[in-house]
């Protein structure tokens, strides 16, 4: 008969587990990409040459 510790242990770990799949499973059904716009004509046209994405072409 296994001891009460390794029933706890075992017990613990198969939680943490499950609740890692839930969290990424959350997660992936939200999407990672926020629900406003990131690139606006606004935001590009004060960002620094430095940070702009370089066009096709150049």
Do not use: C, Y
């Not at 075992?10 to 999407?31: C, D, F, I, S, T």
């Not at 004060?46 to 940070?51: E, K």
């Amino acid at each position: 008969m296994a001891s009460k510790t390794t029933i706890t242990w075992k017990r613990r770990e198969q939680r943490q587990k499950n609740a890692g799949k839930v969290r990424k499973a959350a997660n992936r059904n939200k999407g990672t990409t926020p629900p406003f716009p990131i690139h606006t004509p606004e935001v590009d046209a004060a960002a620094p040459a430095s940070q702009l994405t370089p066009k096709a072409g150049n």
